[in-house]
């Protein structure tokens, strides 16, 4: 990426500028200069944002694996690409060659052909941090069929949904996985969910904690043996740059998670050029990012964006706190890791704790640190910069989404001068807007606002899976001809964004998204309960909390309000995940609701963020006086 690899801010203001009044000439070049296509495009971009249709190299053929694997043999066959660090310590840390990466996805995407899968087919993987899920990824990207990755945290309900949603024809899975000292069932969470999923043919099952497991005969296959018969080459499928590579769900204000689609080619484009910016990649480096490929962080910015860099990229099995709260910077000096990315969550769960687990261990390599998922806090940033990169690595507050598909908003290491809480500049080919609630666009600096995108860029989400009306009207309704992101930000005065948070009915909880209301409906699932409305309340570590309030039924009250609550919270777990347990539950008589019956949720936070004093005018309410009851009875 020599020729818009920014150094300083001088050049970034040139990039910028160019990317913004020539943009076909600004991606063109870059598309052109650093990838393998197999033909190149007619057109570099087609868009029209009312429809919404986006196309990126248009015309253009590639397979993104040879981008990310085969190029790379020539001159970095014997480099680590993948460093796998299990869960456990004692446990050696295993290299993955360029060479040796080749071999095991070709191997993967022939049984994955000879298993039925072709171009297009849906595979879904529900897969630990083990080598085999990047493997299965690039393996199903090789042959062109579509993955879906499912965070292997999420429920069997959770699951399935998604694997029915896209109609995924293989699951792909472990018999268990490690999680600091615990081991989990997945192979068990996985046959719960196929008994709601008909489309699932087959089940491949990696061996990770040599569990005795059930496997259906004529359904279930153990990976290895099949992996150990296959042919070590694989030709690579000849995509269309606007072919589907994945789906990717995230929550959204309905039920329904929303199956993000991205594409091939400007996907590829996007995630490589952002990497190599970001994180000032150069070529003997160690890169970690603490992430789970199960999000989009670890998507792009584990294996695609890394890999397309001829990168070597740590991916960690385990949590940060096994076996002890040293656990994170053990692995940065036993790898000297030069670029590390994490969750400010991780970062606050981490400074509470003694600084004599970071001082036991050198963390002198680092020369770039990043932060993505949530809004960082200041304290939190000062601890990362301190304690961490000892005021001497930048740090990058990146600010995207699963539906950008790459980091949007991010300081440039080295050349753009960094303002804690602050995302600071938008990259080069991104053009933010703030929005004011009546649809006027915020000019001037400083403004508060909506945040916005007005231009296409490569690697944005072109649809959610089946359902293109849905990704029009969460996207691009809001706002005439602009992509509504369901943040706001602040810009000032010398133009830098920070990201004040979710302008909607998604909340954002230890760095993962989660929307309001399929947690209500499961907590409307239990016998006991009329009405539930969640809400986010502030948490020191969490960054925001889950507040419930619920109204029971006749038949519930009367019983025991501890009771219930854990029995809510076993719900929620079982149709979601742990993640979306709520930290509080009141149980209340009333909503407080608008004329039309739409819960008043700004109430409800306010009261929940212990601000019930300040609550503006509340007399067009349909029920005003069960405000001051909820107040009484707060938890
Ligand atoms: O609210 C923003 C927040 O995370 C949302 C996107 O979540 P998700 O799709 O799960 O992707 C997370 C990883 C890219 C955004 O709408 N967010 C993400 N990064 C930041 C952030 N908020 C503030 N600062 C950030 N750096």
Redesign the pocket.
């Known amino acids: 990426m020599s020729q818009y690899h920014i150094k300083n801010l001088e050049e970034y203001f040139q990039v910028y500028r160019k990317s913004v009044r020539e943009p076909e000439a600004f991606w063109g070049e870059i598309a052109e200069e650093h990838f393998q296509w197999k033909k190149p495009w007619e057109k570099v971009l087609d868009w029209d944002f009312t429809k919404p249709e986006v196309q990126w190299f248009q015309g253009a053929k590639l397979n993104i694996t040879e981008n990310c694997i085969d190029r790379h043999l020539h001159t970095r066959a014997d480099k680590t690409a993948i460093l796998f660090e299990p869960n456990n310590p004692d446990e050696a840390a295993q290299p993955i060659t360029y060479r040796q990466l080749h071999e095991r996805v070709c191997q993967f995407a022939n049984v994955l052909k000879e298993k039925g899968i072709s171009k297009g087919d849906r595979v879904c993987i529900y897969l630990p941090m083990i080598p085999e899920l990047a493997i299965s990824v690039l393996a199903c990207a090789r042959i062109g069929a579509i993955h879906s990755v499912v965070f292997a945290g999420f429920s069997a309900t959770a699951l399935a949904t998604r694997v029915n949603d896209a109609s995924c024809k293989m699951m792909i899975t472990s018999d268990g996985s490690y999680r600091g000292a615990k081991t989990i069932d997945l192979k068990g969470i996985v046959d719960e969910a196929l008994e709601s999923c008909s489309c699932v043919e087959n089940v491949l099952v990696a061996k990770r904690i040599n569990s005795d497991i059930y496997m259906k005969k004529g359904r279930d296959y153990w990976l290895q043996p099949l992996l150990d018969a296959a042919h070590k080459n694989c030709t690579p499928e000849v995509m269309d740059a606007e072919d589907p590579l994945f789906i990717l769900y995230?929550s959204g204000s309905t039920g329904q998670p929303k199956g993000m689609v991205h594409s091939t080619g400007g996907y590829m484009v996007y995630s490589a050029y952002t990497f190599k910016n970001i994180f000032q990649y150069q070529e003997n480096d160690v890169y970690w990012c603490t992430a789970d490929i199960g999000?989009?962080?670890g998507h792009s910015y584990i294996v695609y964006g890394p890999l397309a860099n001829g990168a070597t990229t740590v991916m960690f099995e385990g949590v940060p706190t096994y076996p002890d709260w040293g656990r994170f910077w053990q692995i940065v000096e036993k790898h000297k890791i030069n670029q590390f990315y994490t969750a400010p969550t991780a970062i606050r769960a981490l400074a509470k704790e003694n600084l004599s687990h970071v001082e036991k261990y050198d963390l002198s390599s680092l020369k770039v640190l990043g932060?993505?998922?949530?809004?960082?806090n200041e304290e939190a940033w000062h601890w990362y910069n301190d304690n961490i990169g000892k005021k001497n690595s930048p740090i990058v507050?990146?600010?995207?989404?699963?539906?950008t598909g790459g980091i949007m908003i991010s300081p440039i290491p080295f050349a753009t001068p960094t303002i804690p809480t602050f995302?600071t500049l938008p990259l080069p080919g991104i053009q933010p807007c703030l929005m004011n609630e009546q649809g006027t666009e915020l000019d001037g600096n400083p403004a508060h606002g909506r945040l916005c995108i007005k231009f296409p860029w490569p690697s944005m989400a072109r649809t959610i899976w089946g359902n293109h009306r849905r990704y029009k009207d969460t996207y691009f309704t809001a706002f005439e001809n602009k992509y509504f992101?369901?943040?706001g930000a602040l810009r000032d005065q010398t133009g830098y964004y920070r990201?004040t948070?979710?302008v909607d009915d998604v909340i954002?909880v230890s760095?993962?998204?989660l929307g309001t209301a399929p947690i209500e409906d499961a907590i409307n699932e239990h016998p006991a309960v009329a009405e539930s409305a969640v809400v986010g309340f502030p948490h020191d570590i969490k960054g925001n909390a889950l507040y419930g309030y619920v109204i029971l039924k006749e038949t519930g009250e009367g019983r025991d309000h501890d009771n219930l609550r854990s029995e809510i919270n076993q719900l929620i777990t079982e149709r979601i995940g742990p993640i979306a347990k709520l930290n509080k539950i009141q149980f209340t008589s009333g909503l407080p609701k608008t004329r039309s019956g739409k819960i008043m949720r700004r109430i409800l936070r306010k009261i929940a963020c212990d601000e019930g004093d300040n609550l503006g005018d509340i007399s067009t309410l349909l029920n005003p006086e069960i405000v001051e009851q909820i107040k009484k009875e707060v938890v």
Request: no cysteine.
């Open positions: 995230t999000w989009i962080t932060t993505v998922g949530e809004p960082i507050d990146t600010w995207w989404q699963t539906e995302a992101t369901g943040d990201i948070g979710r954002i760095g993962h998204n």
